[in-house]
């Protein structure tokens, strides 16, 4: 399989590491020029059709991994679905788009690959609408595309951007206090960086129905109380976790735009956030890596000093 991977954050560098790991030919595009080992480097603004399409001349597979600012949802990702859209209507290749549970907004828990989208928010009906676009692409025949939705991901790579990661994982490791958005001690989907991977590279073989979600099967649903316990006792350390006071958080986000925004999908941590990922298991044979190994591989990242 020759793939277009485009972004190289957490998600892109790991679905792409996924890539090469079977043999494939992987290019990553960026705005940047982001280089990736084992990689093809490709420099490129991904809402640029004209210059997306080249990219992708000869290439089976397009992956969307790349993810605007959270506060320019609305305004950035609107051209580049459109851009892939024209890009894979001109080469035939077909799309796997990264996407989360953000549509689905407070729906019944656990939320299926069949649950109603009713956002909750902006950012949700984005999502929808992104998803909208390739679907109905797909159903008039003009190229194949596939949702990967993952809940909240976690492990190497994942940075302060991430509610399990740097800025969970760094102060407890160092016996002091995790800061967190919404209240801690509710159970929470989290999904490890390497089956989001496999998720994707499964999902761009799959021999039957597209036009359709995949949800990614999450490595726990603890809560990140029970998390912060685990680390403690696991590891050998006394940190703690605490919910930012919600003032604090409407506070801040008077002048952050894009805590003014997590701010807005904090609902996902105001009750039980749980995905159901049966279809997936079933479908694409992916199982979720143990918790105990991918909980250790995500702390001796940390320890590591690389997230720094």
């Known amino acids: 399989m020759s793939v277009l991977v485009i972004g190289a954050g957490a998600v892109g560098s790991t679905v792409t590491k996924a890539f090469l790991g079977r043999g494939d030919d992987v290019a990553v595009a960026t705005r940047s020029g982001t280089s990736l080992p084992g990689a093809r480097t490709v420099q490129l603004d991904a809402a640029n059709a004209t210059a997306l399409a080249h990219a992708a001349d000869g290439r089976s597979t397009i992956v969307v991994c790349t993810n605007p600012p959270y506060n320019t949802w609305r305004r950035d990702w609107p051209p580049i679905v459109d851009a892939v859209i024209r890009a894979a209507r001109t080469t035939g290749a077909d799309v796997v788009m990264i996407g989360n549970l953000y549509s689905y907004g407070r729906a019944t828990m ?46 190497p790579g994942a940075s302060d951007d991430a509610h399990l990661g740097t800025r969970f994982f760094a102060p407890l490791l160092a016996g002091k206090r995790s800061w967190a958005v919404g209240n801690p001690a509710l159970p929470h989907s989290w999904a490890y960086l390497p089956d989001i991977a496999s998720t994707v590279v499964a999902a761009s073989s799959y021999p039957g129905e597209w036009g359709r979600a995949w949800h990614v099967p999450a490595a726990t649903d603890l809560s990140r109380t029970d998390i912060c316990h685990i680390v403690n006792e696991r590891y050998g350390v006394r940190g703690s976790i605490s919910g930012i006071p919600p003032l604090v958080m409407s506070g801040v986000g008077v002048f952050n735009p894009v805590l003014r925004e997590v701010s807005k999908s904090s609902y996902q941590f105001l009750a ?26 995500t702390v001796a990242y940390y320890r590591s000093g690389r997230s720094a």
């Open 110 to 155: 656990p939320m299926r690959e069949s649950s109603p989208e009713q956002p909750a928010e902006s950012k949700g009906e984005v999502r929808r609408d992104l998803w909208a676009s390739l679907r109905e692409a797909t159903r008039r025949g003009d190229l194949r595309a596939v949702e990967v939705r993952a809940s909240d991901y976690f492990g």
């Open 272 to 297: 039980p956030f749980l995905s159901d990922a049966t279809e997936t298991k079933r479908e694409l044979h992916v199982r979720a890596t143990p918790w105990d190994q991918a909980l250790d591989a």
